[in-house]
């Protein structure tokens, strides 16, 4: 649940995008932790544990059904910027907190395609394949990696939002809604130098982040002379898969968010 949400001027652009900063941080050392363990392949593979409690799917749905029946309970998915990735959790135990109405109603939720980007694509290329019997432990650095990559694009909405707000473009969108022009929205919703800059500075990020300190004594807050840091050697992590992942997945599954909350914005 997030504060920034119940702050005034949530709308301001510059202050969205210091919160999708932050939260590439959060996304590489969540994909570090899970790198420490195997693949562990059993645990998305449908009844691969079994079940003693008739639960019939995968364990990381178990686990998933378990951590957010809690987290309902308690209003983590009230909150604006919460989605779940289980379809049927329970209702608060406690009163709805009130949020300020940003964002227009809606039911964009896209956490189906990114749990299967993120078994297809993220575990088999930053775990070591294989079977190490820490399941518990691999599902638990899943389910924070999927948060975290769930928060990231559903955010999208309050981009979207405070884009569609711009007097400068509030016209445009409102025709371009109105056309059902998917295509003209998406390009006029795109900033190339945006993404250019958060894609360079997501490979120095992983790179600093991902760092073997025991292995490299090197300071990693001064510029390297040559190779070393930035040549991956002594990297934990695949800074690649960091850029790749949000180039090929999150930055444009973000951009369906923002232009599927448009489409039913003026509903
Ligand atoms: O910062 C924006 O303007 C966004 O819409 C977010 C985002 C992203 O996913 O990082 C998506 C589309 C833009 O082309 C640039 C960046």
């Given at each position: 649940m997030s504060l920034d949400l119940l702050?005034?001027?949530?709308?301001?652009l510059n202050s969205l995008r210091n919160v999708l900063i932050r939260l590439e941080d959060t996304i590489i050392f969540c994909i570090a932790e899970r790198a420490q363990?195997?693949?562990?392949?059993l645990i998305y593979q449908?009844?691969?544990?079994?079940?003693k409690d008739g639960f019939s799917g995968t364990f990381l749905d178990w686990f998933l059904e378990q951590i957010e029946t809690v987290h309902a309970k308690v209003r983590?998915?009230?909150?604006?910027d919460e989605y779940p990735f289980t379809k049927n959790i329970p209702a608060p135990i406690l009163d709805a907190l009130e949020y300020p109405s940003v964002l227009k109603p809606n039911n964009i939720n896209v956490n189906d395609q990114i749990k299967s980007i993120y078994i297809d694509f993220v575990v088999p290329q930053i775990c070591e394949s294989g079977?190490?019997?820490?399941y518990g432990s691999a599902a638990t650095r899943d389910i924070e990696c999927l948060q975290a990559l769930s928060r990231r694009i559903h955010y999208g909405k309050f981009v979207a939002e405070s884009k569609f707000l711009d007097p400068k473009y509030h016209d445009t969108y409102v025709k371009l809604i109105k056309d059902h022009d998917r295509d003209a929205i998406m390009a006029l919703l795109t900033n190339e130098q945006v993404e250019q800059k958060l894609l360079e500075r997501l490979r120095k990020k992983a790179m600093i982040y991902g760092q073997d300190f025991e292995a490299n004594t090197?300071?990693?807050l001064v510029q390297p002379q040559s190779g070393n840091v930035t040549d991956?050697?002594?990297?934990?992590?695949?800074c690649d898969l960091v850029v790749e992942l949000y180039r090929k997945h999150v930055i444009p599954l973000t951009k369906v968010v923002e232009v599927e909350y448009l489409m039913q914005r003026l509903d």
């Open positions: 702050q005034p001027g949530i709308l301001d363990f195997h693949t562990n392949d449908p009844d691969g544990l079994g079940f983590r998915y009230q909150s604006p079977d190490d019997k820490n090197m300071n990693p991956g050697r002594n990297v934990k992590i695949n």
